[in-house]
């Protein structure tokens, strides 16, 4: 069985070093929030006040929750290329093994 399967390692590399990037700005910024949130006091007291600081800290969460979704998707990224290598490395083996098998019949 001849297989030819061009594998773009250079792009998946490309892409894994992204996510990885973007993952870090986006702890950045977290954490950044995170530093900079007044707290309920500096909202005021009252009703108000406190739907201000739980919408502020509901803000804080969904953007973590995003660094961690993007550091998942980094994870598979990193995966699928390893897998890839895997992947286009078995095919190079039997490639020069069907090379190898017709150079000895010809």
Known sequence: M???V???TDGMVRLAQHFA?????LDGITGTIEDRNPGPSSFGHGPAADSANRAYLSMTGQISEGCNRLAQLSLRAHEALQHGGIIY???EEENTQIASRLASQA
Request: hydrophobic share 35%.
């Open 21 to 25: 990037a973007a993952s870090t700005q």
């Open 6 to 8: 061009l594998v773009d």
């Open 2 to 4: 001849n297989s030819h």
């Open 89 to 91: 490395r078995r095919i």
